[in-house]
């Protein structure tokens, strides 16, 4: 490009007042906006959250996407009907369903296992989305841990006991499907 | 022989704690500035006792003595081991002269008994102290390039170049608002200069002029923001120490705060009256001294220079770093006229008081000394400002021909 294109709009700086050029004022300035922020933290008014001492705060927790749990209806039984469209929706692939026929008259199939990778889900929500009777949903627990591999494969018994964990912070969520959330 | 020993285990091991518990407060303040908390979880080993993170600077220490030392290849070994050697020998031989606080009566200690009242320097009575520290700070200058050098890595030789530049342009700064201060004293030694100013009162009040040259220059021999640009660690990776790892970067990092509480020292020393505070320090011309008087100085001097050290952490905070035109140009061009005229303005002053003067203990002779003093002050600043000599345009002139632009360009 030359610099004599027209395109080029060619600005004069701002000239400094004599206050500006002593350096004065800038210097005040820079001195007070550190000044302020040390006064604030010296009262404690730090951003920061000292993690396993202090949980952070969470917004809405029915909203939040944690670990996984697989809800029950009133009578204490799974709510899945292994229609597998968790699973086809899930985009990581890490949820894993053995369906078997239903010992109950009111549904034909219920899962027999139903085992999810943690490590391998990205927590994206679709197969809560997915879910026509509210079964899997995503809980507020964000602090998951586990010393191995195969430990963070959460089967069915450990998804329900996270909902019988989590089931009276965080209701269940459609009313219409049996859910409690208003 | 023994009182010599003493004293320097004392300052040594002083200078040191104080240097690691420096970098804790250094960090605690940038969280504070940053709306964090800093380190505060380290406190006493095997324990759950968190004592607001005092533990850390062990932990630091540590750390970085049970690093791998990497020496890269093609470095010039013998150099590239001489260089934190050099750098921190000159920062710690520099506390030689410089009296870490006044006196302290006589002690009898069993079969030894010192010779009168102990004077807090290693070295007492050097006359040409401040040659001395001016000498052992150009030292410094060794170092960086040396590493710089040896390290075999273009960044870091660039970051030694432009340190070596640094200091050696601030270095004249330095010594003209010391000259000043001399002149003034009639001593270059510490001491008597501390005493100076407990008599005539502090060279910051009747020498401002100096007094802010040689602030701005301790902050760049320090390599301090706004002036760390031998270390810039955005632009430069560290600069100078890149190539260095384990204890010899725990060298370097020492010898820099070092040389920031050599410098705290050299302010308060110089300018801000040493131990010297009114009322509550006794009599400066008293030969002897009690043990409440000698407490009071002592803390006194290290107060002061506590806070010119939170001064320095709080400036790094504030003002950004300058770019490397504008820093020579505030050397050259404003920080070396201002000396000179600082120089000349506390000549004709001394001239004036010990000539013309009358009774030199005069309180309005002395006050109208401070006020020319501030006035020439102000005046140069005003003059300084409104030339502006910082300010460089160097985009292309838009009188010429593109022909000619294009062949500056």
Redesign the interface.
């Known amino acids: 490009m030359k610099s004599d294109d027209p395109h080029i709009k060619w600005i004069k700086e701002p000239e400094l007042g004599l206050a500006g050029k002593m350096y004065l004022p800038l210097v005040a300035q820079g001195l007070t906006t550190t000044w302020k922020h040390l006064a604030k933290s010296l009262r404690g008014e730090t951003v920061t959250v000292s993690y396993p001492d202090q949980e952070p705060a969470i917004g809405n927790p029915l909203i939040y996407r944690g670990v996984h749990r697989l809800n029950k209806d009133e009578q204490g039984r799974v709510k899945c009907v292994a229609c597998f469209l968790c699973a086809t929706a899930c985009p990581a692939h890490c949820i894993d369903i053995i369906a078997a026929e239903s010992p109950w008259p009111d549904r034909e199939k219920y899962p027999e296992g139903f085992a999810i990778d943690e490590l391998r889900c990205i927590y994206c929500g679709m197969c809560e989305e997915a879910c026509p009777v509210d079964a899997i949903e995503l809980t507020s627990l964000y602090n998951l841990t586990g010393r191995s591999r195969e430990e963070m494969i959460f089967d069915k018994e450990k998804l329900l006991s996270v909902y019988e964990a989590t089931k009276h912070t965080e209701p269940m969520q459609s009313p219409a499907l049996g859910g409690t959330a208003t | 022989m023994l009182e010599v020993l003493i004293k320097s285990a004392i300052l040594i091991g002083g200078i040191m704690t104080a240097a690691a518990y420096f970098v804790l407060l250094e960090r605690r303040?940038a969280?504070?500035?940053?709306?964090?908390?800093g380190p505060s979880r380290v406190g006493i080993p095997l324990t759950n006792i968190r004592l607001w993170g005092l533990g850390q600077p062990l932990a630091d220490g540590l750390k970085m003595i049970f690093k791998e030392e990497y020496t890269p290849g093609h470095v010039d070994r013998r150099l590239y081991v001489l260089a934190p050697l050099a750098i921190l020998a000159s920062a710690i031989a520099t506390y030689a002269v410089i009296p870490f606080g006044s006196l302290i009566p006589p002690i009898e200690l069993g079969d030894y008994k010192s010779a009168g009242p102990i004077q807090l320097t290693v070295a007492p009575g050097v006359d040409v102290g401040m040659i001395y520290v001016f000498a052992l700070s150009s030292v410094a200058v060794y170092g960086v390039i040396l590493g710089g050098w040896a390290s075999n890595n273009k960044y870091s030789f660039l970051g030694g170049l432009r340190s070596s530049a640094q200091l050696i342009a601030y270095e004249l700064p330095m010594g003209l608002g010391i000259l000043g201060v001399v002149l003034a004293a009639g001593s270059l030694n510490l001491e008597t200069i501390v005493a100076a100013q407990a008599a005539h009162g502090w060279f910051a009040l009747v020498q401002p002029l100096g007094f802010v040259v040689f602030v701005v220059a301790a902050f760049a021999e320090a390599a301090r923001l706004p002036f760390d640009l031998p270390e810039a660690e955005q632009e430069l990776i560290g600069g100078y120490h890149t190539e260095y790892s384990g204890m010899k970067l725990l060298l370097f990092l020492v010898a820099e705060f070092l040389h920031m509480i050599t410098a705290s020292f050299l302010i308060v020393i110089l300018f801000l009256g040493g131990w010297h505070f009114p009322v509550i320090t006794g009599d400066p011309d008293a030969e002897t001294i009690g043990w409440l008087t000698a407490i009071a100085r002592l803390a006194v001097l290290h107060t002061k220079i506590f806070f010119v050290i939170v001064f320095f952490m709080?400036?790094r905070?504030?003002?950004p770093r300058f770019r490397f035109d504008q820093l020579m140009n505030l050397a050259w061009k404003i920080m070396l006229p201002l000396g000179l005229v600082n120089f000349l303005a506390v000549a004709i002053l001394e001239e004036v008081r010990h000539v013309h003067g009358p009774d030199e203990s005069s309180l309005a002779w002395s006050l109208a000394i401070i006020a020319v003093a501030w006035a020439v002050f102000a005046l140069a600043?005003?003059v300084v400002?409104?030339a502006?000599p910082l300010v460089t345009d160097n985009r292309?002139r838009?009188d010429l021909s593109?022909g000619e632009?294009?062949s500056q360009?």
């Not at chain 2, 969280?31 to 908390?37: G, H, S």
């Open positions: 303040m969280a504070w500035v940053q709306d964090r908390i709080w400036v905070w504030s003002w600043w005003l400002s409104v502006n292309p838009r593109p632009i294009d360009i």
